[in-house]
C-alpha cells in the first residue's frame, strides 16, 4: 500500500515537472520565434531599402550632365525630322553602308562616345578626308537646326549606343 502512495506521488511529480518544462520550453521556443521574427524582416526588408536607394541615386547619374529625359524625347523627333540624321544614319542609326556611320554600337570612328563629343561632332560634321567613306558629313547634317536641338538630337543619339 505505501509502495502504491510513492508510486502515485512520483507519478503526479514527473508529470507537474514534464508539463512545468515543456511549458518553459514553450515559452522559450516562443520568445526565439517572436525575437527571430523581426530580426529576419530585417534582414530581407535592408537589401530592398538599399537597392531602392541605390536606383534613386543611379538614375540622375546615368544621364550624362546637362541632359534631361526630356531631351531625349525631343532629339528622337529631330533624328528622323529636321535633323534629317535618319537619311544618313538610317532609321534606327543602323548606319548606311558608306554612308552615315552605325550610332548604336559602341565602336566609334570619329569620337570616344561621351556626349561632349557627339555634340560637337555634329556640330561640325565630318570632313570627306576624315570619313571613312570619303562621304562628307556636314555641319549639323546640313540642316538649320539650332545649337539646342543638336544637344537634344546628341542627347538622343548617346542613348543608342548606351
Ligand atoms: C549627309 C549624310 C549625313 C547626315 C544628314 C548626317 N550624318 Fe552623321 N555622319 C555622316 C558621315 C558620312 C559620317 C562619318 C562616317 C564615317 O567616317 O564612316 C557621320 C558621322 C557621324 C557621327 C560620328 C560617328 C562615329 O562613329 O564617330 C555622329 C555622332 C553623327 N554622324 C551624328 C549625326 C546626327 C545626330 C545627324 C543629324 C543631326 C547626322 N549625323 C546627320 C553622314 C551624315
Same mark, same amino acid.
Given at each position: 500500500?505505501?509502495?502504491?502512495?510513492?508510486?502515485?506521488?512520483?507519478?503526479?511529480?514527473?508529470?507537474?515537472?514534464? @508539463?512545468?518544462?515543456?511549458?518553459? $520550453? =514553450?515559452?522559450?521556443?516562443?520568445? +526565439?520565434?517572436?525575437?527571430?521574427? !523581426?530580426?529576419? $524582416?530585417?534582414?530581407?526588408?535592408? %537589401?530592398?531599402?538599399?537597392?531602392?536607394? $541605390?536606383?534613386?541615386?543611379?538614375? %540622375?547619374?546615368?544621364? %550624362? +550632365?546637362?541632359?534631361?529625359?526630356?531631351?531625349?524625347?525631343? &532629339?528622337?523627333?529631330? *533624328?528622323?525630322?529636321?535633323?534629317?540624321?535618319?537619311?544618313?544614319?538610317? !532609321?534606327?542609326?543602323?548606319?548606311? !553602308? =558608306?554612308?552615315?556611320?552605325?550610332?548604336?554600337?559602341?565602336?566609334?570612328?570619329?569620337?570616344?562616345? @561621351?556626349?561632349?563629343?557627339?555634340?560637337? =561632332?555634329?556640330?561640325?560634321?565630318?570632313? $570627306?578626308? +576624315? @570619313? /571613312? @567613306?570619303?562621304? %562628307?558629313?556636314?555641319?549639323? &547634317?546640313?540642316?538649320?537646326?539650332?545649337?539646342?536641338?543638336?544637344?537634344?538630337? #546628341? #542627347? *538622343?543619339?548617346?542613348?543608342? /549606343?548606351?
Amino acid at each position: 500500500m505505501e509502495k502504491n502512495i510513492w508510486r502515485l506521488m512520483l507519478v503526479a511529480l514527473v508529470a507537474v515537472g514534464l @508539463s512545468a518544462c515543456s511549458g518553459d $520550453a =514553450n515559452a522559450n521556443g516562443g520568445d +526565439e520565434a517572436a525575437d527571430a521574427a !523581426p530580426a529576419q $524582416a530585417e534582414v530581407t526588408a535592408a %537589401p530592398e531599402a538599399e537597392m531602392e536607394m $541605390a536606383e534613386a541615386d543611379a538614375m %540622375p547619374q546615368e544621364l %550624362p +550632365e546637362g541632359v534631361t529625359e526630356a531631351m531625349i524625347e525631343e &532629339g528622337k523627333g529631330i *533624328y528622323s525630322g529636321a535633323g534629317i540624321c535618319m537619311s544618313c544614319h538610317g !532609321p534606327a542609326g543602323e548606319g548606311i !553602308p =558608306n554612308l552615315g556611320a552605325n550610332l548604336v554600337d559602341d565602336e566609334w570612328i570619329h569620337i570616344d562616345g @561621351s556626349y561632349e563629343q557627339i555634340v560637337e =561632332n555634329i556640330m561640325s560634321g565630318v570632313t $570627306a578626308q +576624315e @570619313s /571613312s @567613306s570619303g562621304v %562628307p558629313m556636314p555641319a549639323k &547634317g546640313g540642316t538649320a537646326i539650332t545649337d539646342d536641338q543638336v544637344k537634344a538630337v #546628341a #542627347a *538622343y543619339v548617346w542613348t543608342l /549606343s548606351q
